[in-house]
């Protein structure tokens, strides 16, 4: 009972703060309850979402990993990256667990890349099936055209994996950013206007992508096929909390490696997933939610010891990316590899990561 209070606080402040789709979280509070262990820590703060990468952390909490860790655990929810970047610039959080947006923390030197969570699979660029550009056919996992993708107005949330995504893609038919033109939107704002009408394409994510899919919509690529990286969501924090309380970074560490082993039963990932959707008010079919799962994969203990496994791989070539972009300046994108401290999940799983 009391597990499940604690996790009842943090999904409903989710609920309060009024979340509509998956694409989108509230922030939210989760604050210990009354009569819970004392710990013999002081409260670390996490920032997450209610979405793919935030899964471990919830369920983490909830079974109580955390609490027999020993740790004081404070989870906060986000709508996106971008305010959880802001919260550990300030101080108000100690770790997060996030997605694209986290390159620029990791830029700005003031944080360490601890694990990757979850593969990002299942997002593309979208366009009707009777346009144009669509009526070319598909080459190395694309299709289009530089003549009708210059000047195509395209729905995306500016400052995600999606936008680095629709420039790889219009870079391979030769044209820069300015060639297109990107209108910032919220996936679900993106979605209602593209399905009625508005703009030329929608950049996506799950579950629109999905439902792009569904609805006979052509799919022009996919982020692999455009980027040509495989890029994860991940934890990171605040490297004054890695200098200053490494233990309760070891332990936290230690329980979301746990729970993403935990997430490798397909089922149990299915009806917790669901009850976190559900309790959120996030729309997700169940073809859809069945969708994500096979395309999104945690990053348990398996994985991490596999030859090849390095962690925070995807990173560089992102990095290389926002710096062509102006979006991150030259002097401050060695930090970014600089970040990725694979000490801690090496110690979890017993194995030497790269």
Known sequence: MKKSRVLATVLSAAMAAGLTACGSAPAGNNEKGAGEAASEYKVLNVGTMALTCGIPVLYAQEQGYFEEAGLDVNVELFATGAP?????AAN???IAVSGFASVYSLANANC????DVNTTGGMGLY???DSAIAQNAEADGLIGDAENLKGMQILEPLGTAVQYMTESYAEKYGLTPSDINQVNMEYASAYQAFTTGEADAMAANPPYSYQLEEGGYAKLCSFEDATGVNMCDGCFARNEVVEKRPEEVQLFIDCL???MD??????LRSEYTRKVYDTNAITCSDADLAHEIEDRDYVGTEAMKESEYKLGEAWVAITDFLVNAEKITADNAPNVEKSINPSFVSKTIGTEVK
Do not use: G
Not at 84 to 88: T, V
Not at 112 to 115: K, P
Not at 262 to 267: L, T, W
């Open 84 to 88: 959880i970047n802001e919260a550990i």
């Open 112 to 115: 360490t890349w601890l694990a």
């Open 127 to 129: 366009a009707r099936a």
């Open 262 to 267: 935990d997430m490798q039963d397909d089922k």
């Open 92 to 94: 108000q959080i100690d």
């Open 257 to 259: 490696v746990k729970a």
